[in-house]
């Protein structure tokens, strides 16, 4: 399926340069591994060696595990693309392209086809490799193969082509049908119908309008919107502007972007500043009627303000609480005019639907969720990073063929959370869940924008319940009773279970309070915030109970609960645990199982983290 | 925690701001934020006198700088400590990392050392949990930390900090 979509994108970028290529992937993922450092190494080495290339600072491909990251393209050949590069490694892929014409086999992963270049022998192709098998990349297809910083690199890759079909050929209602056609749905987790959000909003009276994108990506573990304005920001614009031609020719739109990424603001306000540069912003759009300009609105820590009544409220000045719907934001939105507000991914796949129609964007996916949706991967996993699939992939596949399973071998999987602090534990009997909106929500969590944490027997339950609760609680704003003082209760309840004061009718005052607090609160924060207890407890009640009535954490997480104990049959004798002991109340001798003398343990878990049998308990 | 001196307040300053916000709706968060990038942190004193100059309430200025995580009444380290606690840096021991800075440094999370150079700030999701856990200081990012490699981090900020401020 891949190779398709590739083919389609057709990588002129590498065609049209007669130049060898270096990409070196530079978004944050990259960055937090060294990308900085390896590209000032990378510029080193091309001086000396006297090298006639072009370095280019490309986003996330999607294997955060594998950064830094770098490509090479030498004229007329694929593409290689080398993983967890360090300058001694670099050196040797620079000999093996740039002396004996050959790969570093050594640290290749895949090649990536560049059309009607000569493929190496001995190197699988990208879409031959399991992470990306079964990836059908549309709405990230530009994100690391292209510079983010080049408006020529974007509109090499069909990048405002679907903005000059509209503006010479489509009317605005055409362009609605197009989106309705596709089946698109609010990609930020609502999965509101976009096509439907911007006919309501184009139907509302009134000459001024305006378009937002939240970028307000909140829900810990999950990185697609970053991805995407770090490594397509040119995307998000186009899409913007083709909702603002839709809608009723709204002349403004705001991106209102977390603090958290200053590296997408960044980029994000170069893309506007070249944007503009090209009239594809500004006045009369490429000699059009349609005026539109961009202005990012930066956060300022705050998870309700991804809520979009609260987003609004923020992006006006105000404290961000939300207000009551109706009215709609569709309706009275932005200085109480009719707006309509989509997520980064939604308007990033716009432009794709304009130029593949809306039938071609609907034959991927499934019955009700159409179209193809990123995920970040996250947690117990070998292959961690950015992902995108056809809507209704089942979550076995995700898990185990792309993310390639557990990463630690002996630690079975124990559960996946899916949607962040308004989502739910999915453990092994739904693997075969397939991942879209609907099923989701039938399987007890929520797809929400793509944070897929996997976690492994290692992690205990009641301990993730709680995190997530504590978030809601700190994050909530305070507006409502409900979501307020219930989410406090509801958190002091789990953390006195894992104290290991838990008490009988615990568990059914936590299922009580979670179905108030949802029928209760104000939006979809309070809604949601007790959505990760109800889930585990539904499928891991046995654990919550081994807390509760035997004082047992079966993930040995609870500090509390951990009592310091080798258990003989399960100790392998290999001594892990014994230099790590900061008190030096671990003993083992070869061949000896360890013992831990509990009159000077400080409990400070480091041989449980050490083992890696699970054998202290 | 160290008691930290406030900072005099420039007048120019706040009243050029003034002029390029003032004249246009919903802006107090923006000015804020201008306030934080000079001072590091918004002093009382800033925040009087744009509610005067601008005829804003007092109460409505506070309703907006405390309700958001990212504005400060207080000045903080030269060199704030944010490790991310989100999910996956959760399961894979953010909450080590914190303790670590606590023990070495002597501070609770939202203090400063008495020096000023370290600020611990525990902080929500950053978006590299493929990478976790991690941690920003100044916009840089760093992934795949260890309590020893956080030990080792803020060494190297502290030698950072030392080869700058010697006369050259």
Known sequence: MLTEVLEDSSLQLEERSSLPVIHIGMATCGLASGAKALHELILKEVASRNLAVKVVPTGCIGMCHNEPLVDITMPGKNRVSYRNVKPNTLTQILDAHFNKNEFAKKYAVCQIPVPGAEPFAGLPLMQEIPFFKGQVKIVSKRCGMIDPLSIDDYIAMDGYAALRKVLSSMTPEQVIDEVTKSGLRGRGGGGFPTGVKWNLTRKAPGPEKYVVCNADEGDPGAFMDRSVLEGDPHSVIEGMILAAFAVGHARKGYIYCRAEYPLAIKRLQKAINDARERNFLGDNILGSDLSFDLEIKEGAGAYVCGEETALLASLMGERGMPWPKPPFPAQKGVWGKPSVINNVETLANIGHIILGGGEWYASYGSEKTKGTKTFALTGSIKNTGLIEVPAGTPLREIVFSIGGGMVEKKIPFKAAQLGGPSGGCIPTSGLDTPVDFENVVSAGAIMGSGGIVVMDEAACIVDTAKFFLKFTQDESCGECTPCRVGSKIMLDILTRITEGKGQEGDLDELVRLSMYIKSNSLCGLGGAAPNPVLSTIRYFREEYEAHIRDKRCPGTVCNDLIKYVVIEEDCTTCGLCEPVCPSGSVTWEKGEVAHIDLTTCIRCKACVDACKFRAII | ?168
Request: charged fraction near 25%; include cysteine; aromatic fraction near 8%.
């Open chain 2, 1 to 168: 925690m160290s008691q930290t001196k406030h900072i005099e307040v420039d007048q120019d300053f706040i009243e050029n701001l003034c002029d390029e916000f003032g004249n246009r709706e919903g802006t107090v968060v923006q000015i804020l934020q201008r306030i934080q990038e000079k001072y590091g942190y918004v002093p009382a004193d800033a925040l009087d006198m744009i509610g005067e100059y601008l005829e804003i309430p007092k109460s409505k200025m506070y309703g907006v700088l405390t309700f958001y995580s990212q504005f400060y009444r207080e000045p903080r380290g030269k060199y704030v400590l944010k490790i991310c606690v989100g999910t996956a840096c959760h399961v894979r021991g953010a909450g080590l990392l914190v303790d670590k800075v606590k023990e070495e440094l002597k501070i609770e999370p939202g203090e400063n050392t008495e020096d000023m150079l370290f600020t611990l700030e525990p902080v929500s999701c950053l978006g590299s949990c493929a990478l976790a856990p991690m941690a920003m200081v100044t916009d840089t990012a760093y992934g795949k930390l260890s309590p020893d490699k956080m030990l080792g981090l803020i060494k190297d900020l502290e030698s950072e900090h030392l080869s700058a401020s010697e006369p050259a």
